[in-house]
Each structure stands twice: as structure tokens, then as C-alpha cells.
């Protein structure tokens, strides 16, 4: 099972807000919302999303506020303005503070759908060039194709699909707090959490194969009330 693709979709007008959310769960997206800037930003520090659709006239902080917030952090994420404002000022002003796309008010549904479609799907494709075959922690070198740990004196521990699958998501975002719900969905796809213990199992297993001390740990770490995190500390 494919875990959906995510969209966070900034909005303060509740009719709009909830229309757009109906149709675009019924393409099978999963659609978090906001409906000021900065509670958008507070859940974009939180969530990883596929896409960012950002009306510009929203309380708190605008939709182009927000946009330049979130490129400072993430440049990747694809970025859709709207909004109401189409002016070709506005529609410039947009594009550089990062949107991908820039859609005005009143808009034909069947057009959005077909753009938000074309700007996930672009998203992925750049995910797929990010791939990697293997990643090295200290004197360890994980293969994820084969689901192999070689080690320094030429012993490999081989590692189950799971135990690969959230080195590889931590690694992927290394330097980021990952929460529970995003390993849930890479890790496990499916939306009963396993129980805290059972991350926590692997992540002592993760620090047993690669911290020099397990009790102060440098590469992986557990924030508490969020998820866990992978830091690569350059060797000495």
C-alpha cells in the first residue's frame, strides 16, 4: 500500500477551505489545513508535506510571508499560490518568493486538480534523483539494495527491510526531527502506530551497530514529544 501524498492547504475562508479539502481527498490526497500564516508555518516545522497550496491574503502573516519562510527552510517543496490578487505584479511577486504555480480565483476545479497533480508528481521525480545505494556512519557502510551493514574488519550484519527503510528516512533528513507519524507512513504505510517501544527498539539497535558510546549517543537521538533524529557527525 502507497502511503497518499500530502498537501497543506492554506486557506481562511472556510467554505473554500473545506470544498477544495473534499475534492482533492477524493483524488486520494491527504490534506492537512491552515487558515492563517502563522499556524502554516507552525505545522510545516512539524509535517513533511508534497505540496504547499498558499492563498496570500490569510491573517497572522500573508501567503507570500510564508512562502519566503519556507524556502529559507526547504527549497524542494512545490509551492501553489491561490488567491484573488491577479495582478501581474502579484503573479511575479509570487514567483519570487518561490511558488511553483500560480492559480487565481474563481478557478475551474478540474484545472486545480490537474495542476496539483503535475506539481506532486514533478516533486517525486526530483525525490528520485536524490536516491542513494549506500551511506557511511563512522567506519560502517550501509547497503540498502542488498540490506547489508559492512563493517570496518569486513564483517556484514545483514539487516531487516524495515531496520533499512527508517536508516534510510533518517538519513534522508538527516539533521531533522522526523515525528512518528512520517516514519509510521514511509516505514510501516499504514495508519495504526506501532507503539513507542517498538521505534525505540530500533533506534538502540541503530546505536549498537554505529555510537562509539551508547549511553551519548552522536548519530542517532530521540526528541522527545516529536520523533527521532539523525545527525552525521564528520569523523576526526
Known amino acids: 500500500m ?5 498537501i497543506l492547504l492554506v486557506e481562511d475562508e472556510e467554505h473554500l477551505l473545506e470544498a477544495i479539502k473534499l475534492n482533492l481527498e477524493l483524488e486520494g490526497y491527504r490534506v492537512t489545513t491552515a487558515t492563517d500564516g502563522k499556524k502554516a508555518l507552525k505545522i510545516f516545522k512539524e509535517e513533511r508535506f508534497n505540496l504547499i497550496i498558499l492563498d496570500v491574503m490569510i491573517p497572522e502573516i500573508d501567503g507570500f510571508q510564508v512562502a519566503e519562510t519556507i524556502r529559507l527552510q526547504n527549497t524542494e517543496v512545490p509551492i501553489m499560490f ?3 490578487k491577479n495582478s501581474s505584479e502579484d503573479r511575479i511577486t509570487g514567483l519570487k518568493k518561490g511558488a511553483d ?3 487565481v480565483k474563481p478557478f475551474n476545479l478540474e484545472e ?3 495542476r496539483v497533480g503535475n506539481l506532486i508528481r514533478r ?4 525525490d528520485d534523483l536524490k536516491e542513494f545505494n549506500s551511506y557511511s556512519i563512522g567506519d560502517k557502510t550501509i547497503y540498502f539494495n542488498s540490506y547489508e551493514l559492512h563493517h570496518a574488519d569486513g564483517t556484514i550484519t545483514s539487516l531487516t527491510k524495515k531496520e533499512t527503510m527508517l536508516l534510510k ?4 533528513r538527516k539533521n531533522e526531527a522526523v515525528s512518528r ?4 507512513e514511509t516505514v510501516w504505510n499504514y495508519d495504526v502506530y506501532p507503539s513507542t517501544r517498538t521505534i525505540d527498539n530500533f533506534i538502540l539497535t541503530f546505536r549498537k551497530y554505529f555510537e562509539p558510546d551508547q549511553k551519548h549517543p552522536v548519530f542517532f537521538h530521540s526528541i522527545r514529544g516529536v520523533g527521532y533524529k539523525f545527525t552525521d557527525t564528520p569523523t576526526v
Open 2 to 6: 502507497q502511503a497518499k501524498q500530502r
Open 112 to 114: 486545480l486538480i490537474l
Open 169 to 172: 528516512l533518517l538519513i534522508e
Open 123 to 126: 516533486g517525486l521525480k526530483a
Open 82 to 84: 491561490l488567491t484573488a
Open 101 to 103: 504555480d500560480y492559480l
Open 181 to 184: 507519524e512520517q516514519i509510521l
